[in-house]
């Protein structure tokens, strides 16, 4: 696995399942830390194998930094919020993945 995003910082929203938790997966697994947003930290859809533990708890154990913030993106408050919360963690933002359902 190459290093593309070693020390980015990235947001993804949707990060819960399907195209934004393999995203936030990728994105760790090239070097960036990953701020995981979305309306709760576990997939919505009962008896997916991604029930069985939460991105940002996966990007953990397996390959860096992560964190979950429970955002709601058609609330630009939340979003502010999201962002504010990037910046006190991580120190800065590199890049974001805005997906919606």
Known sequence: MS???QDKIS???GSSSGLG???SLR????G??????????SARIPGLEENDIDTHELIQRR???AIFVK???SSAKEME????????????LDMSVPLSR
């Not at 960036?32 to 930290?41: T, W």
């Open 71 to 73: 955002t709601d993106v």
């Open 27 to 30: 994105y760790a697994q090239e």
């Open 63 to 65: 390959v860096g930094k």
């Open 11 to 13: 947001i993804v929203t």
């Open 21 to 23: 938790r393999a995203i």
């Open 81 to 92: 919020s999201l962002i504010q919360d990037t910046v006190k963690e991580y120190g800065r």
């Open 3 to 5: 290093s593309r995003l």
């Open 32 to 41: 960036a830390a990953v701020v995981c947003a979305d309306l709760r930290p």
